[in-house]
């Protein structure tokens, strides 16, 4: 798929221009997208699939790492206070 537009402004990609392309597979201008992912919301713009899971501490999808929690508890208390 190959988008000639960019689907936040509208706009036509221009060679110069840096576009950013989202894990759905579409492709925004990267001020655009990364305005738009800042200001408005985590979804693609062009099908609300949901983007850059990685930042973002509000991961409520069922898909919590109790594992993860538990490694940074155990390393949190293994550091020994500062003496
Ligand atoms: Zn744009
Ligand atoms: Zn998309």
New binding site residues.
Partial sequence: MCQAE?S????AFVADQVARRLECGHT??K???DTWLLERSRLCPFCKAVVGDEEGPNKKDGKTDPAKEKTDLTVAKAVPPAA
């Fill in positions: 960019c936040i402004c509208i706009e925004f201008h001020e655009c997208v």
